[in-house]
């Protein structure tokens, strides 16, 4: 009897290894006992919008951002002063401001803040700033006293802004007014000038694209004590037209932990490093526009397929990793080409961003692949699960071999669940702009295959529903007895469900739709994991077959 079951267990040995070679298994080591390399918070997952299009509620924005709880939403567009202003009075006009706000603000409910960039100063003030002319003494003096009305009309109005932003990419205003002294001369005036009047307010700026280390530095030098944060944007190339492959995309999300795109050096990590050197610890880092491209005609696939939503996923962490505290997205929803959501499509990068809340939110440990193929961010939540985003960044079919041990369960695959985004979760429809799902991984199994530039969450978060069109709540269900010999009932409200029972290897031994009392006399003795699935939720319990 030894005899036989010695031969069993060499053969499946043997099996295994066999196995194992034809799958050619990705090395992955994720240092989860090891101190922490960073934070991944709901500020590194922030957007855009444009604000002024919302004549009522946006719905299906509003629902968007229900589900993944945005850290910070930047209000922008341009001409949106002069849009909020009455020429004739020379005055902001309430009107148009309330009418803003009051469906803008219903929107973003779910937003931890918001924040407002003034994109210009007035017309009535000043020429467009972009136009070169120079202001004079008396008008930066009433260009800061007009925008210093604005922050109490806004809380005469009962709502709050949590950040300020001026301007918008005045680069050539920068160089017009003196790159030492004009322009942040402006900046520090209207920022004096809007505490005074409500010193509850947070300022910043420049908002420059791509600034050099003369632009960020000389804000930083002349303008930290009235600012708050320092604002830039940066995007990962430019027109459509240019030539370009996607493993020369992903290679350069390793050279921006260093050098920010378009070979503009050290700007993301230069400012940080700046910042450490002056011992300022006051100015929040704000990356409030990214992206894969900054023209957006003709078309840009990646802003919704899932190559852009992986690449994505990589500029993230490490723009976080270099000290970034906000990243915001450029944008949520311009009505085509490059939103993340619209009317008729939801792109990629949407369910990317659902699924940051909760999985990918927390603290961050070191990771590495010995094949350099996957980027992953591990992120240990605090109430200890932990979640890891496996991205390919490869053209080429990734294995990702014992997920169990990189997950740190060993044996238990019940223990965790799965995601997928993937060219594989593209949804067929009439619009011009694909519209994507996210997939779930049911069972997780010990190897997966990642598809070219695709992505795999993992977690052993269990109690967090996944509907992901709908907010993450947990489906009130309970089984008894447990343990239990021969029957196991489910006590639900739910009429429409599945029910799937895996043993402590993840593997499904059982499977029932709609049906609350369940006869599981055949099943070995042992420890079980039963997976209640609704349209909009699932729910794992233990329960224990004697």
Known sequence: MNFRKNISLICGLLFSLVLDAQINPVAVNISWSSPSVGQLTADHWGTNDSGRGHTSVNTNMANFFQVYQPGVVRIHNKGLVQSLVNTTTQQWDTVKIRRLFVNSLNTYKHAKRIMFTFDDCPSFISTNLENKLPLTVTQEDQIAAFFAQFPVIIKQMGYKIDLYEFFNEKESAYTDFGASSGYWRVLNK????MKAA?????????????????????FI???KANMDFISIHTYARGAPTTPYSYDDLFG????ASTHAYRNQATVVGGISTYLKSKNITKLEVILDEFNVQYVWAPYEPMHHNFRGAAWT??????????GVNVLNNWNTDDGGSYGMIGTNYFSAQANLYQLSNPYLRGTMYDSNDASDQLEMIPVKAADGTKSVLFINRTGSVVTL???DKAMGIVNDMALLKGFRIDSTTQVINTNPYPTYRTDIISPVTRNIEINPWGMVLLTTNLTTGDGLSVPNVKSKVTVYPNPTR????IDTDHNQFNVEILNNLGETVFLSKNNKDLSIATLPVGTYFLRFRTKSDLSTLKFIKQ
């Not at 350069?252 to 050279?255: E, G, L, T």
């Not at 021969?486 to 009932?489: G, Q, S």
């Open 198 to 218: 409500d010193p509850g307010v947070k300022c910043g700026g420049p908002a420059l694209s791509y600034p050099s280390s003369s632009m960020y530095r000389g």
């Open 190 to 193: 209207i920022a004096v000038a």
């Open 313 to 322: 996923a990589c500029f993230i962490k490490s723009m976080a990793l270099k």
């Open 221 to 223: 030098d002349n303008c």
């Open 486 to 489: 021969n029957t196991l009932t």
């Open 252 to 255: 350069y999300i390793n050279s």
């Open 401 to 403: 071999t014992y997920v």
